[in-house]
């Protein structure tokens, strides 16, 4: 039955997030080369109509691509909010828990799909950056594959690591991805305290969200403080506290996640208050 929630939760949210990706697929070459005019301006005439025109068109091509991908990322958060809120707080929670499946279920089908989303959203949106800077001219395939090389080759003056350190890269991506997951946790616990109210319901969750927001970075600051302090020579060395550092990260992300996984399975299993 699991299965077919978390297929049901993924057709009822790609009907919105697919059209969406398809039209930042359509927009993006659109913009881009309305960008490109900026450059083909320069062997126009400074003072020629056509060289107003492309400038036009090239500022207002970068603006229409800064909205698009700051709507994109603004458009997938409010979608999972609000299919989170209206399944589980409002009238359509009704047939949502008539479903023979427990609430943990319910929870992680929701959590889980909106996860996947988050991710896609986020490689679709550097997929559209690069295809951008390609077609707009900005940045050459060359340029762009000799600024790779330069980077990889720079990699342990950016970041304090060496290119060779698998085991950095994957705890930094490992914290990255579980604290995608700790940020749906915070979000849909918080939907859930905000709905054992009867008034002001919104309003009421935003404030549980910041709280535990800044609770939640005050314990975790703490938490790392000790390591953070650590002599900045030891960490020359070697990319043994680094590592710890990232490790830290990932397991804080990871009880975040599960502890607000668990207390919203149990409001909703609990106590419902639906209107």
Known sequence: MLGKLIKHEFKATGRFFLPMYVFIIILTPIFSLSIRMLNDSDSVDTYSVGSAMSTLLGFGGISG????MMGIFMATFILIVLRFYRTTATSEAYLTFTLPVNAWEIVFSKTLCGFIWEICTGILAGAAILCMTFISGLWSVQE?????SDFLS????FFGLDPSDIL???LILLAALLGVLASLGKIFLSISLGQLFNNHRIL???GFYLAVYVALR?????TSLPLLMIESDSMDTSNYYLNILYSITAVQNLIIAVVCFII??????KHLNVR
């Open 144 to 148: 762009f594959l000799k600024s790779m």
């Open 168 to 170: 950095s890269l994957v």
């Open 264 to 269: 919203t399975t149990i409001i909703l299993k």
């Open 218 to 222: 005050f314990v975790g600051s703490m």
């Open 204 to 206: 009421i969750s935003i």
């Open 154 to 157: 720079n990699f342990q003056t």
């Open 65 to 68: 691509f800064v909205i698009m």
